[in-house]
């Protein structure tokens, strides 16, 4: 255990001793950019998780009104109200409904790809200015 703090304590100590880089204005404005990215990303994480979630019920709601009879009024939710619809008309609804989240979950996942995109371009930047003085890792 004695080793390991000694070691830990050297490899600060070495990082002290090393060549201390000054941290200039556009420097700290990258390394505020990279942290709004990052707590943007997990908002947008988030979000996506719970759209994922949404069209995974809304996938299950589908198969269940497959077993229903046609006949059959089917209370659909709207907003706080529950109405009772038609069979067909409940399914068109919900596939309204599926293809709306899956575009709105597509264009979380492309602001997702573009935020980590743009943390990637940030990281190589102050890695490459600061090195081992610097930690980016989320």
């Given amino acids: 255990m004695a080793s390991l703090l000694q070691r830990r304590m050297l490899s600060k100590e070495e990082e002290?001793?090393?060549q201390e880089v000054e941290v200039r204005r556009e420097d700290q404005d990258k390394i505020n950019r990279f942290s709004r990215l990052n707590q943007r990303e997990l908002?947008?994480?988030?979000e996506l998780k719970a759209k994922n979630k949404e069209k995974e019920e809304l996938d299950d709601l589908t198969t269940e009104l497959e077993l229903a009879d046609e006949d059959e009024k089917i209370q659909y939710k709207i907003g706080d109200a529950f109405f009772h619809l038609p069979l067909e008309q409940a399914q068109e609804m919900l596939s309204t409904a599926i293809t709306r989240i899956e575009e709105e979950?597509?264009?979380l996942e492309g602001?997702?790809?573009t935020i980590k995109e743009q943390m990637g371009e940030l990281k190589v930047d102050l890695y490459a200015r600061f090195g081992k003085q610097i930690n980016l890792e989320v």
């Fill in 105 to 107: 979950t597509d264009t």
């Fill in 43 to 46: 908002l947008l994480d988030e």
């Fill in 16 to 18: 002290a001793a090393g």
């Fill in 111 to 113: 602001k997702i790809s």
